[in-house]
C-alpha cells in the first residue's frame, strides 16, 4: 500500500526485529574467508556497515563442502567455521544490528578445482553453462564451466538435509538468521527455471515439480529453526548463468503462491521473500547493458510484491531516489543495497544525508586482501557530515 510518508530511513517491524531503517546490506561474495574459514577481517567489514537496528544479510555461505564456485568463500557446515562465524556476529550485535546467514550451493556453476576429490559438480541437469559465462578460479584465472551430474532422485533429500543443518549451525553460530539463495543461478534456481531443469522425474517438468525442491528446504528449515527466522531470495527474471525461464512470472508466482501456503499452514509468516530486480542481469557483471523498461521491471516487481503475504525485499541496481519511491509506493518494504555498500560503509549515513558517495574499485571485488578494496573504504568525516547538516537549516 502507498504511503508518501514512509522513506528508506523509517522504521519496519520485520517478523520479530524491530529495525530502525530500510537499508539493507546485500548478501555479496567477497572471497576473504581464506580456506572457508571467516577471518577478523569479515568482523570487522560487517561490523563497519552495522548500525543500531540495522539489518544486513551475510555473503552466500556454503551448506556442504560440494557447495563453492568462488575461491575462499565461508562455509558453515564444520564446527570450525561454526566458531569463526560467532565472532563475526558478535561484532554486529555489539553494534545493535541484525544479521542473517544466506545458505548458498552454487550447483553446476562450480568446477573440479572447488569439488572433493576434483569431482564434477552436482545440479539438476547434466548440461553445463554455456561458455557465455567463465568461472573465476582459485589462481585468479577464468575457466570453462564443467559438465555437471544430475542428482538422482534419492539423492536430494540429502541436499535438503544439508541446508537443514546449515541453518541449525548458523543460529549456533548468533545469527538472527537465515536466508536460503534461490536466485541467480545456483543450485536451487537450477530446479526452478525450465531453461536448466530437464528432469523427468517428480522435480521437473510442471511448475508444481520444479518448485518442489525449493519448499521441501524451506519446509525443513522452519522445522528446524522456526519461520520467522527464515528468508527465501529468488530470482525469476534473471538470466544469470544461463538461468532463464520461458515464463518468469508464472514462476514467480507459483513460488510465492506456495510460500503463501506454506505460512498460512504453519501459522507463522517468513521473515521476507527477496527478490531480485530484472536489471540486475544488465549491472549485476557490468557497467552497462540492455535492460528492459523501468516501467515494465517496476510492474513485474509490483505483481511479485502483490501477491508475497508478507514482508518484500527488492534488490538489483538501487539508487537512493529508487529506493525511496519502493518503499513511498509500497512496491517494496526493504531495499537491499550491494556495490554501494562495499565502498560506503557507512551508507545509510550518506543517503540520510544525501552525500557524495565513493565510488568501488571492481578488481578488488573478490581478492584476498583483508584490507584493501575490503575494510579501508572512507567514512564520511565529521567536518562533512556538520557541513551537511548545516545546509539543510
Known sequence: MADSSVTLFSPIKMAKFNLSHRV????MTRCRALNGIPQPALAEYYSQRSTPGGFLISEGTLISDTGAGFPHVPGIFSDEQVEAWKKVVDAVHAKGAFIFCQLWHVGRASHGVYQPGGGSPISSTNNPISKRWKILLPDGSHGTYPQPRRLETHEIPHIVEQYRRAASNAIRAGFDGIEIHGAHGYLIDQFLKDGINDRTDEYGGSLANRCKFLIQIVQAVVEAIGADRVAVRVSPAIDHLDA????????GFAVIERLNKLQQNIGSKLTYLHVTQPRYAAYGQAESGKHGSDQDE??????????????????????????????????????SYGRYFISNPDLVLRFKLNAPLTKYVRKTFYTQDPVVGYTDYPFLNKTTVKEQALSRL
Do not use: H, I, N
Not at 244 to 251: A, G, I, K, Q, R
Open 298 to 335: 517496476a510492474e513485474f516487481m509490483r505483481t511479485l510484491r502483490k501477491a508475497y503475504q508478507g514482508t518484500f525485499m527488492a534488490s538489483g541496481g538501487f539508487t537512493r531516489e529508487l529506493g525511496m519511491e519502493a518503499v513511498a509506493s509500497g512496491d517494496a518494504d526493504l531495499v
Open 244 to 251: 532463464m525461464d520461458s515464463d518468469p512470472v508464472s514462476l
Open 24 to 27: 539493507v546490506l546485500a548478501p
